[in-house]
């Protein structure tokens, strides 16, 4: 379980559309993300996870704010900000694209939804990349006009959710294909509904484009999946760690690169079009990374605690690199982790040793991820 102590409400820190709807139905935990807070945990990780193994999730994600840029250099903007081809996307269609900086490391990895010909959003982990965008603009004399937008996600997840999704909104849904989306206004909301999400089930990501129907969209969908195992969750560090995906500030930050972490195939070096971090990119591609995030098993009892922060990771006693993020996975029945080691000792197969505040915690690498999607 998390440790945690007690976190005061404050008006500092905004609140999501779909706040008072995580208290009506159980938050138990919060973090703050983007200035927002997010639940963590309703009747707890493991709980959390198994209820949306077997039914569909509600996930406030309000917290992923969006970058909007508008305007004659909207494109050449979105394409100067991150690596990947954006030509490739077509309106109506999101992209996965990361926000590097001139020494190719992570300032932010956003999903970008491609509105129309001249109109992107980002939508944002956890960091400040709104005054990146605008400083970058500014600096290089774009014109475009970049805000935040009313925009704040709400996460559909599970083997019901297209079910649900389909109960609530129509048939359409089952034609939606993964990373497209499709705007609407339904019974005056109005949203983006995209086919996506941050695990390997089946999910949607709801984008509320009016911050005072949070509570009504929510209840809309939490009445029509009483028959389909309703549940509220949060975003599940069991999940995402099963499917190898990525935390921006957990898993990696601003010192790693796309070659460290397993994302180099979103990289186009070949593109002719220029992009922040494009000739250090190229040459870490020539020279290869220094470090790579693995995956490792911890060969143990179960374990019930979460690290607070990066554990050592040591090899014939010398320290090589940290362990970043664990779980006890209940359906591999293991201990599970992401550790990002020195480059000569990644390889799967490894016997490493992890330092807990506790104990020394025997483990083996393993290529990631462990679940692939669907």
Known sequence: MFKTSKLVFSPRVRKSPYFDSTMKYGAQAFTVYNHMYLPIAFEGPEEDYKKLLNGVQLW??????QVEIKGPDAEALSQFLTPRNIKKCSKGQAMYAPFLDFKGGFINDP?????????YWFSLADGDSLLWAQG????YNFDVEIIEPDVSPL??????????????????????????????????????????????????????QDHSKGDELWEMLWQEGQDLNISAGTPNVILRLEAGILSYLGDMDRTNNPYEVGLDWMIDLDQEDDFIGKEALREINLKGPKNK???AEIHSDRMTVFNSEPWPVLIDGKKVGSMNALVYSPRLDKNICYTILDIDHANSGTNIVICSPDKELKATLVDLPWFKRN
């Not at 339904?186 to 695990?199: D, K, L, N, T, W």
Request: glycine share 10%.
């Open 60 to 65: 406030d994600v309000g917290c992923e704010r």
């Open 111 to 119: 999903v970008m939804l491609k509105i129309d010909e001249d109109h």
């Open 136 to 139: 970058i603009a500014a600096g």
């Open 155 to 208: 996460q559909v997840q599970g083997p019901n959710s297209t079910q649900l999704m389909a109960k609530v909104f129509g048939d359409w849904i089952h034609e939606l294909g993964f990373y497209k989306f499709k705007e609407l206004t339904h019974e005056g909301i109005p949203m983006v509904i995209a086919r996506m999400g941050y695990s390997r089930e089946r999910c949607y990501e709801i984008f509320l």
């Open 293 to 295: 995030l693995m995956g």
